[in-house]
């Protein structure tokens, strides 16, 4: 497949630096660094209240404790090298090693309370620093190695490559009908119980519940479909159905 365009921006996560070498556009290479995570029972809501970080490593933010916006408790990550780039396994020496850590942060908390886990793959850029910038390829932009802190630097690395396509040739406009924001959609868990009453007559989508653990609506997972959830995470991360 040969792809043509003017302006290319290389965020290809793990596979940015095989992205680079096709188009003669860099050379680093990026190592993936595996980090599980695991979720625990919602009866332990409102344990901890902040997010609590022990001393970092010399190759993450160690093991914490993550109290989520929805109520629940993350703990993680790992951080360990992984020759495979499509591993997304998780283990019991991981897990061992999250809760040996966790025990010594909050000591209430235990393998017995997880009702899911996770892994990912950092993308390790050689130097272990961000790759950000243009190329000796004119109109190609490399945005690679983004591991942690890499969403809470998203917003200022966009404002940075939209500097560099203006710098590379690009003609900027800015558009009148753009929306910064879509309207919210609705958390039917979150609404009172005269709230959903009223929805549910109004709407009998909402009268069914798909999920019973978070307490998703058919109608929210339509709606999630709507606004372009394609995949069964995409749900999941738009209304929690399965977070449970």
């Known amino acids: 497949v040969v792809l043509q365009a003017r302006f290319v921006i290389n965020a290809a996560g793990i596979d940015a630096?095989?992205?680079?070498?096709?188009?003669?556009?860099?050379?680093?290479?990026?190592?993936?660094?595996?980090?599980?995570?695991?979720?625990?029972?919602k009866r332990?809501?409102?344990?901890?209240?902040?997010v609590i970080f022990p001393c970092p490593t010399a190759?993450?933010?160690g093991?914490?404790?993550?109290?989520?916006?929805?109520?629940?408790?993350?703990?993680?990550?790992?951080?360990?090298?992984?020759?495979d780039r499509t591993d997304l396994t998780?283990?019991?020496?991981?897990a061992r090693a999250v809760f040996d850590a966790v025990r010594d942060l909050v000591p209430g908390i235990s393998e017995k309370d997880v009702i899911a886990q996770f892994a990912g793959l950092r993308a390790v850029a050689t130097g272990e620093d961000f790759i950000i910038g243009?190329?000796?390829?004119?109109?190609?932009i490399n945005a690679a190695g983004i591991q942690s802190p890499g969403l809470t630097a998203a917003p200022a690395i966009a404002e940075l490559v939209v500097d560099v396509l203006r710098d590379e040739?690009?003609?900027?406009?800015?558009?009148?009908?753009?929306?910064?924001?879509?309207?919210?959609?609705?958390?039917?868990?979150?609404?009172?119980?005269?709230?959903?009453?009223?929805?549910?007559?109004r709407d009998p989508r909402y009268r069914r519940i798909v999920c019973r653990c978070e307490y998703v609506t058919e109608g929210?997972?339509?709606?999630?479909?709507?606004?372009?959830?394609?995949?069964?995470?995409?749900?999941?991360?738009?209304?929690?159905?399965?977070?449970?």
């Open 220 to 244: 929210e997972v339509l709606d999630a479909i709507a606004r372009g959830a394609a995949t069964l995470d995409g749900i999941k991360f738009r209304t929690r159905a399965g977070m449970g």
């Open 134 to 140: 243009p190329t000796s390829r004119r109109g190609f």
């Open 90 to 94: 998780t283990s019991t020496p991981g």
């Open 169 to 201: 040739g690009l003609t900027l406009v800015e558009r009148d009908d753009f929306m910064p924001a879509l309207p919210r959609p609705v958390h039917f868990a979150a609404l009172s119980t005269m709230e959903q009453i009223a929805l549910s007559l």
């Open 63 to 83: 093991i914490l404790v993550i109290p989520t916006f929805d109520g629940t408790i993350m703990v993680g990550p790992t951080a360990e090298e992984a020759g």
């Open 17 to 41: 630096d095989r992205v680079a070498a096709s188009a003669l556009a860099g050379n680093f290479d990026i190592r993936p660094r595996k980090g599980e995570e695991y979720l625990l029972d």
């Open 44 to 50: 332990l809501q409102g344990l901890v209240k902040r």
């Open 59 to 61: 190759v993450s933010k």
